[in-house]
């Protein structure tokens, strides 16, 4: 079992800036990708970025340029630096792991949300 617990969610004008953070505890195997998604009222939840712990980046289109991914393998842990922000970045943010065991996709993980509000 995975915990993932996030932090840094809130309100911000828009043009602001917000930094997301998520630690990871338990049950982590050695090749895994940590990734944001996030979720509106009433849609499905997008991803928005992902991060392998190799170091490989993939970004929605819409946040490419805008946000940053990071993570530290050592202390699994993951951010993501939200810029430039904009009313349509407004949702309920989670933070997503997915174990790799051998070669194969295994256990996948969700934190409980954090909320990004972008006021115009």
């Known amino acids: 079992q995975v915990q993932l617990v996030e932090s840094g969610g809130g309100l911000v004008q828009a043009g602001g800036s917000l930094r997301l953070s998520c630690a990871a505890s338990g049950s982590i195997s050695s090749i895994n990708v940590m990734a944001w998604y996030r979720q509106t009222p009433g849609k499905q939840r997008d991803l928005v970025a992902t991060l392998t712990n190799g170091g490989s980046t993939n970004y929605a289109d819409s946040v490419k340029g805008r946000f940053t991914i990071s993570r530290d393998n050592a202390k699994n842990t993951v951010a993501l630096q939200m810029n430039s922000l904009k009313p349509e970045d407004t949702a309920v943010y989670y933070c997503?792991?997915?174990?790799?065991?051998?070669?194969?996709?295994?256990?996948?993980?969700w934190g409980q949300g954090t909320q990004v509000t972008v006021s115009s």
């Open positions: 997503n792991l997915k174990n790799v065991r051998a070669g194969l996709w295994s256990e996948e993980y």
